[in-house]
């Protein structure tokens, strides 16, 4: 849970596609995805054009799979929804994103 609703994904820099950083901040929804309408766009084989959701909900950060085809994984388990906490690894196609709460949100780029 994070304690002002800040949610920040980040992957490694040697990312296919990558690197990739992406902030969620309260009351926000968005989709992941390699399609050009996803508002979190992985350049990565694996990934469908629109591969799961992120949704901050209080002060914690969910996830649900859109009927991906190659799934949606959490700390290497798939699951279609999933409430994400600080040390996750969110696993999209081959791109993995740790997930961090809170902090200092200045030095990652705004949302798309």
């Known amino acids: 849970m994070s304690a002002n609703g800040m949610w920040v994904l980040r992957s490694a820099e040697n990312a296919e596609g990558g690197p990739y950083v992406f ?10 995805g390699r399609g050009p309408r996803a508002d979190f766009v992985l350049d ?7 591969h799961c959701r992120l949704v901050v909900v209080g002060n914690e950060l969910i996830v649900e799979n859109l009927g991906s085809t190659n799934g949606t994984f959490v700390n ?3 699951v279609e929804r999933a409430t994400l906490k600080t040390g996750d690894r969110l696993r999209v196609g081959r791109v993995e994103l740790d997930i961090s709460s809170g902090g200092d949100l200045s030095q990652t780029p705004s949302e798309s």
């Open 76 to 78: 290497d388990r798939s």
């Open 44 to 50: 990565a084989a694996l990934v469908s054009r629109t």
């Open 23 to 32: 902030r969620m901040t309260p009351g926000r929804v968005r989709t992941l």
